[in-house]
T-cell receptor
Framework: EDQVTQSPEALRLQEGESSSLNCSYT??????LFWYRQDPGKGPEFLFT???AGEEKEKERLKATLTKKESFLHITAPKPEDSATYLC????????????FGQGTILTVHP | AAGVIQSPRHLIKEKRETATLKCYPI?????VYWYQQGPGQDPQFLIS???????DKGSIPDRFSAQQFSDYHSELNMSSLELGDSALYFC??????????????FGNGTRLTVT
């Protein structure tokens, strides 16, 4: 069965305390793996797309990496404004825009 | 930069009523997607349209229908509403859906409450 699993479910960090979020997937024919950030009551905000194992992308304090079975979102020296739910999603097979999401990781960064 | 616009932002309906949700994609985006997100749940794909034709279908109830118009905006029509339809409904758009790796950009959603 095609699945996307994120861990941990929730993560509390002190400001400046770096950490990583995990997204593991079991799908056939991966077309893309996406990271989104979602604030309460708002739509997912696009962060990164990764297409092939070994690929890495960075944006400010965030860095996303991809292997054949999982992706990591590394957060370096987080700030309170990084607090949000981080969603991982994959597209596979013939459907590019039909995303299958993980349950998300709720990140809280304390000052 | 222009984003995906959804209306209304909030909608309250009673059971068995109908509702229409609207989505205006980012300019020059030709593909729209509808997702449903229940409380504490991850978004679930409902349906998508590319160049005004249905391109893919997910777990959309038969009571729901959708279409994309000539100006690329889309409407999700929901009939015989049930309490379980209460959720956030997101629209997303991309360019050349299915033919490129253009990422999906989401709107801020319509919160539907069925009482």
């Amino acid at each position: 069965e095609d699945q996307v699993t994120q861990s941990p479910e929730a993560l509390r960090l002190q400001e400046g305390e770096s950490s990583s979020l995990n997204c593991s997937y079991t799908v056939s024919g991966l077309r893309g793996l996406f990271w989104y950030r979602q604030d309460p009551g708002k739509g997912p905000e696009f962060l990164f797309t990764l297409y092939s194992a070994g690929e890495e992308k960075e944006k400010e304090r965030l860095k996303a990496t991809l292997t054949k079975k999982e992706s990591f979102l590394h957060i370096t020296a987080p700030k309170p404004e990084d607090s949000a739910t981080y969603l991982c999603a994959v597209s596979f097979g013939t459907s590019y825009g039909k995303l299958t999401f993980g349950q998300g990781t709720i990140l809280t960064v304390h000052p | 930069a222009a984003g995906v616009i959804q209306s209304p932002r909030h909608l309250i309906k009673e059971k068995r009523e109908t509702a229409t949700l609207k989505c205006y994609p980012i300019p020059r985006h030709d593909t729209v997607y509808w997702y449903q997100q229940g409380p504490g749940q991850d978004p679930q794909f409902l349906i998508s349209f590319y160049e005004k034709m249905q391109s893919d279908k997910g777990s959309i109830p038969d009571r729901f229908s959708a279409q994309q118009f000539s100006d690329y905006h889309s409407e999700l029509n929901m009939s015989s509403l049930e309490l379980g339809d209460s959720a956030l409904y997101f629209c997303a758009s991309s360019s050349r859906g299915g033919q490129s790796n253009s990422p999906l950009h989401f709107g801020n959603g319509t919160r539907l409450t069925v009482t």
